[in-house]
């Protein structure tokens, strides 16, 4: 089964607001990565984060995780229209080495 | 340096043909994947692959073969296509296992099994 779940499935927003999308996982993690997909092309890696860091930054993006909890966010702030695309959180489970995704949340940026 | 490539990008197969996706990357990376994604449903990793001459059985890999003869390819056979492996297709790589670092994907195949 899949190991990630992301949360909300769909998300719509109007420009420069914030958009924040969850990640929940099931068992440990080595690491955690977000993905983007634009409609019909394939995967881009957006950042990565160790289960040993609890926040990291990449231009507009901030990803968090709460090992804890199993659950990770990805926040876009100042959103543009051109972040109209679906976002995929990716999990290794300790000692596998399977790379494998959440269903997606589809965010929608309204101009 | 064009990354991961996949061959072909569109396929239609009658139920019971065969074919081979063909995936190759150039940045010399252990790690190869191929997944399905259909709506609703994500990614799943049908076969992966830890390095040349090794494959391993992903969460869907039933009616699925797989090969890496060479490092650089890593190929994806349906021996009997059925209507229910309509979907599309996703060959990735990555230099180090475990999510350790970013996969890279290719542009997809779309197959339809008629």
């Known amino acids: 089964s899949q190991q990630g779940e992301e949360d909300p499935q769909a998300l719509s927003i109007q420009e420069g607001e914030n958009a924040t999308m969850n990640c929940s996982y099931k068992?440990?993690?080595?690491?955690l990565q977000w993905y983007r997909q634009n409609s019909g092309r394939g995967l881009v890696h957006l950042i990565l984060i160790r289960s040993n860091e609890r926040e990291k930054h990449s231009g507009r993006l901030r990803v968090t995780l709460d090992t804890s909890k199993k659950s990770s966010s990805l926040l876009i702030t100042a959103s543009r229209a051109a972040d109209t695309a679906s976002y995929f959180c990716?999990?290794?489970?300790?000692?596998?080495?399977?790379?494998?995704f959440g269903k997606g949340t589809k965010l929608s940026v309204i101009p | 340096n064009a990354g991961v490539t996949q061959t072909p990008k569109f396929r239609v197969l009658k139920t019971g043909q065969s074919m081979t996706l063909l995936c190759a990357q150039d940045?010399?990376?252990?790690?190869m994947y191929w997944y399905r994604q259909d709506p609703g449903m994500g990614l799943r990793l049908i076969h992966y692959s830890v390095g040349e001459g090794t494959t391993a059985k992903g969460e869907v890999p039933d009616g699925y073969n797989v090969s890496r003869l060479k490092k650089q390819n890593f190929l994806l056979g349906l021996e009997s296509a059925a209507p229910s492996q309509t979907s599309v297709y996703f060959c990735a790589s990555s230099l180090s296992p475990r999510g350790a670092t970013e996969a890279f994907f290719g542009q997809g195949t779309r197959l339809t099994v008629v």
């Open positions: 990716a999990t290794s489970g300790a000692g596998s080495y399977q790379l494998t």
């Open positions: 068992t440990s993690i080595n690491n």
């Open positions: 940045m010399n990376h252990e790690y």
